[in-house]
């Protein structure tokens, strides 16, 4: 959630109402109390008064009113299903929404109120668990909590308080935990680190490491003080699945040299709902068993709107017992672990919905066909020779390189995931170096732009400290992405960027011009461009030092 700063409401309606509101413009005639109308538009917040933004107004409105004046403020808000930037879910099916909606005011944290809700939590848990490969004789534990992010954080604090113990029980020094990951890790990683104290050791990415994180690096960074490895399963820049069973074995041959026992934590927040699924094998769950505890979203890829995320342990001899709270309240005894204690029930009931009407194959059809319409993306946008992929779901397995425009779109009829690289359905591009050799004025985030204009939502970003001189276009193909939808963007990609290259850059220059100014972008967010850099640039420090990871 953003920070945001306290607005004093009399200083910014004064000066909205000495900018705005002519003489004229205060002498219609209009009810004051606004309760009598014809329809919305008739009252009182027509013409004759803004609505109340800071502050609490003295009386009411009409309900319709408010209603319709909400509806078409929100109406200025992007098009979920053509925000191809997000990971996170826009579309369920009807019968989901209902569900969703018969239980939207079932409160999580009242176990003994809602049995049945409570029960579906603990099968999810339990189909999770055996989907990720839990071992026969291991116990798996685990929760729903409100997204990967506080999912992150507790399976880390986990790890945090078993290394703890164990150097405790050996008499040795506990003040200096510290965590591996790479440099494109999501930002819920770093925010672990730096809330509960571990030092994070973020590692440089690089093309020779498919800018996720090196194991060599790895392998030259971990110590008798590192709590644990965050290793993701599908990085939000590129989404290349970082080497979970090479880092595994890395492990393994540290602990037989020196005898300290280095535990992986799966952040799967995308690829936990993926990698089951797809004909595309890859080691990574807890059929490793250096891998104790993996997250995953439910409403990215699980395929529930925003507001459920999981986290499972292998076995519950992993969860430290006085991190677990035992709750008498409301009439029943429950344990607990999480951050966060009242939170929606329904996302839960969604997610088990989901589980039991797709079932395996359902989601398996589903995630083969992201990953195809994203492959048709990645080598349409290459055909043309104006663009490069730096993600590669599109290259057979074992390439990583640009073939060359002349490249197959299809091998053969019957492809699968599993002919290619494994990874997220994610297509992130640059300018060729043909194209930028050819046209050195035309800036990349002008693309960006002028999608936006077609009410696409596509970011145009750098990528990961060390590699930042570069710049990528990302498009997550999520469910929603039908045949068709993919068919126009390549098209308007394409039409795009031939206007891009038919205008002379005087023309183009108001682009760079563009942004918010309304008094709830100034008073809440410090995220300026004050030096009018693009994308992903700028802010108050340098992005070696801020907290930079990409958003999903």
Request: hydrophobic share 35%.
């Amino acid at each position: 959630m953003s920070l945001a700063r306290h607005v004093d409401p009399d200083e910014i309606i004064q000066s909205l109402h000495g900018l705005h509101m002519s003489s004229s413009g205060r002498q219609h005639v209009h009810s004051q109390g606004g309760t009598s109308h014809i329809t919305p538009y008739s009252t009182r917040y027509a013409s004759k008064q803004e609505i109340s933004k800071f502050k609490i107004p003295h009386n009411g409105a009409p309900a319709d009113a408010v209603h319709q004046m909400l509806k078409d403020e929100l109406d200025l808000d992007g098009r979920p299903n053509l925000n191809l930037a997000s990971f996170v879910g826009t579309y369920m099916e009807t019968h989901a929404e209902q569900l969703m909606f018969e239980n939207i005011s079932k409160n999580m944290s009242d176990a003994d109120e809602y049995p049945a809700m409570m029960q579906m939590h603990a099968r999810c848990v339990s189909i999770l668990a055996h989907l990720w490969g839990v071992q026969k004789g291991e116990r798996a534990i685990g929760s729903a909590t409100t997204g990967s992010s506080e999912a992150i954080h507790l399976g880390g604090l986990a790890m945090k308080r078993r290394w703890q113990e164990k150097r405790i029980a050996e008499g040795k020094d506990t003040s200096k935990p510290n965590i591996l990951m790479g440099a494109n890790a999501q930002v819920a990683l770093e925010k672990f680190a730096r809330y509960f104290e571990v030092e994070a050791r973020i590692l440089p990415v690089s093309e020779k490491s498919n800018f996720r994180l090196d194991p060599e690096l790895v392998k030259q960074n971990i110590d008798e003080n590192t709590i644990g490895v965050f290793v993701i399963l599908g990085s939000t820049y590129t989404g290349h699945y970082e080497p979970v069973e090479e880092i595994s074995n890395i492990l393994d041959e540290y602990e037989e040299r020196t005898g300290v026992d280095i535990p992986i934590h799966v952040d799967a927040a995308s690829g936990g709902f993926i990698a089951p699924f797809t004909h595309a094998k890859v080691k990574w769950d807890f059929s490793l068993p250096r891998v104790k505890s993996i997250n995953t979203s439910g409403h990215k890829f699980g395929l529930v709107y925003a507001g459920v995320g999981w986290i499972i342990w292998r076995d519950e001899a992993l969860l430290p017992k006085h991190l677990v709270f035992e709750l008498h309240y409301l009439g029943g005894t429950e344990e607990s672990y999480t951050l966060n204690f009242s939170r929606p029930g329904a996302q839960i009931i969604a997610q088990y919905y989901n589980l039991i009407h797709l079932g395996f194959t359902g989601y398996q059809q589903i995630m083969e066909n992201c990953l195809s319409n994203a492959r048709l993306l990645s080598k349409s946008l290459e055909a043309t020779g104006w663009y490069t992929c730096v993600s590669d779901i599109h290259r057979p397995v074992g390439e990583h390189n640009f073939l060359g425009t002349a490249a197959t779109v299809f091998s053969k009829e019957d492809e699968t995931s599993a002919d290619y690289n494994p990874g997220l359905p994610v297509v992130a591009f640059r300018f060729s170096d043909e194209f930028k050799k050819e046209f050195p004025h035309l800036k990349q985030d002008t693309i960006s732009k002028l999608l936006r204009a077609k009410q696409y939502i596509i970011p145009n970003y750098p990528l990961p400290p060390n590699e930042d001189s570069i710049e990528i276009l990302r498009v997550v193909v999520r469910e929603s992405m039908s045949f068709d939808l993919l068919d126009r963007l390549i098209t308007d990609i394409c039409s795009t960027t031939q206007d891009l290259i038919d205008n002379d850059q005087a023309d183009l220059a108001i682009l760079s011009k563009s942004k918010d100014t309304s008094t709830e972008k100034e008073y809440s967010s410090s995220g300026a461009h004050a030096d009018g850099s693009t994308q992903g640039r700028g802010g108050k420090r340098p992005m070696s030092e801020g907290v930079h990871r990409s958003v999903c």
